[in-house]
């Protein structure tokens, strides 16, 4: 199974992870398949719908990644957690690091 799907938007990507499960054995995979991404795009959308579990080495890549988009001066947001996802994201304090919309529409319009 692909690690993600993309779709390009104008000056948007959005980057649909379509593995349910993120750990330790593919947050490699999911590093290398962040950065091979073009750095054209104001905008980084990482939906998370299909993801059910994520665990704290999956969280640092995304955190890393932000952090090298947004020194260009570009934005990420997460869309579609779940309610675990959320809750998870919600006790580590990254509802403060990262820009987290309820559904792809919203991040699109934000």
């Known amino acids: 199974m692909e ?6 938007k104008d000056e948007t990507v959005v980057i649909r992870l379509e593995q ?3 750990d330790v054995k ?3 995979q999911l590093s290398e398949a962040l950065s091979s991404i073009e750095d054209t795009f104001q905008r980084y959308v990482i939906d998370l ?6 665990d704290s ?4 890549t995304l ?9 260009n001066g570009k934005r990420v947001i997460l869309c579609n957690l779940s309610a675990f996802l959320q809750e998870i994201f919600n006790i580590l304090r990254m509802d403060t690091v990262f820009e987290i919309t309820s559904d792809l529409e919203t991040a699109l319009q934000s």
Do not use: E
Not at 3 to 8: A, F, I, N, R, V
């Open 3 to 8: 690690m993600y799907t993309l779709d390009k």
């Open 20 to 22: 349910s499960r993120i």
């Open 26 to 28: 593919s947050t490699r």
């Open 49 to 54: 719908s299909n993801v059910t579990h994520m």
């Open 57 to 60: 080495s999956a969280v640092g």
């Open 63 to 71: 955190v890393a990644y932000k952090q090298r988009v947004s020194k």
